[in-house]
């Protein structure tokens, strides 16, 4: 046979086709295409909804053997936390009932103190609850915002408590919601009273005492202050009833060449995680209002009448 006549082509199982770095190109043009036209027509939202929708089942049956797994031992922890919490909640209920009773007996003693001594009566504290809806958009305050406004017939300046203590002070009233500046705003003070020794001082926000606190200011590096003293509302301000807990001294940093001490407190309520709180009407609304100057006699004339 010639040598002209032999096909020198490779078999068709050896053919490659388009060159890989051709593929490479399409297939990343196809790609970028692609995701240009879903991020702008969402041409894919169908397609992706349809095999979600193929898919879902598979997937509820993949997830029940783990589901189970976790509610079985999600069982047998909350049984054992729901076991402590009743003890728990026991001995505190058998302490507030011990309390209770001798709440009770001084209250009794003290309306008698009070009639003895011809003392004004103690004042009333009347107040709205509030849910909490989110935080100040504010980075540089701490401050939250709640349900209620004047619709509602919150006052601005009204104290705001939790379960805990003072959580803050109304400083904005909206028709259906009110801005509460927290107590470890570094614009917020509160007039306060050391239980232990009876010293009235006054208590500054602070947030950047460990994440958030307060801070006693101009107190005397000798001042008799420990550290776990509780520090409660005074009552002097005319805006907080007196002895709500405020927050308890954490740190006290006397400096020889100070006259003063730094004194950093931890705040009483949950300043971070409050959810439902109290809003109470200022002390002052309850409180009677000051009598009139009389007028002063007018001055006498010199000299006689003529």
């Known amino acids: 046979m010639p040598l002209g006549t032999l096909d020198r082509t490779p078999p068709p199982f050896f053919k490659q086709g388009p060159s890989a770095l051709s593929k490479l190109m399409v297939f990343s043009a196809l790609a970028l295409f692609l995701m240009v036209a879903d991020l702008r027509f969402k041409v894919t939202q169908p397609i992706r909804a349809a095999v979600a929708t193929v898919l879902y089942p598979v997937q509820w049956l993949a997830l029940q ?6 509610h079985g031992g999600g069982y047998f922890t909350a049984l ?3 076991r402590a919490g009743e003890e728990a909640a026991r001995t505190q209920l058998a302490l507030q009932s011990l309390r209770a009773s001798q709440v009770e007996q001084l209250a009794v003693e003290n ?13 009333i504290i009347t107040g709205m609850a509030a849910q909490v809806l989110y935080d100040a958009p504010d980075p540089y305050t701490r401050k939250i915002i ?18 805990a203590g003072v959580l803050g002070q109304v400083t904005r009233v909206l028709p259906f919601v ?43 590096s000798n001042s008799d202050v420990q550290q776990g003293d509780l520090l409660t509302t005074s009552g002097v301000d005319g805006v907080y009833p007196p002895g709500l807990p405020v927050a308890k001294i954490d740190k006290i940093e006397r400096r020889a060449e100070s006259a003063f001490s730094r004194i950093y407190c931890t705040p009483q309520a949950r300043v971070f995680a409050a959810l439902h709180v109290m809003v109470v009407k200022p002390v002052a609304e309850q409180i009677p209002a000051r009598p009139a100057d009389e007028a002063a006699p007018a001055p006498a004339k010199k000299g006689g009448a003529k």
Request: zero cysteines; aromatic letters at 2%.
């Open 111 to 123: 309306n008698r103190l009070r009639k003895l001594l011809d003392l004004r009566e103690r004042l």
């Open 146 to 163: 709640i349900d209620k406004g004047m619709a509602q017939g919150v006052d601005l300046g009204s104290p705001v408590l939790d379960e």
């Open 65 to 70: 053997p783990v589901r189970a797994l976790q």
């Open 178 to 220: 009110s801005e509460v500046t927290l107590v470890i705003d570094r614009e917020l003070a509160i007039p306060v009273l050391n239980t232990r020794t009876g010293a009235r001082s006054v208590a500054y926000g602070d947030p950047t005492a460990s994440g958030g606190g307060l801070e006693l200011r101009f107190m005397g």
């Open 80 to 82: 054992s936390q729901a």
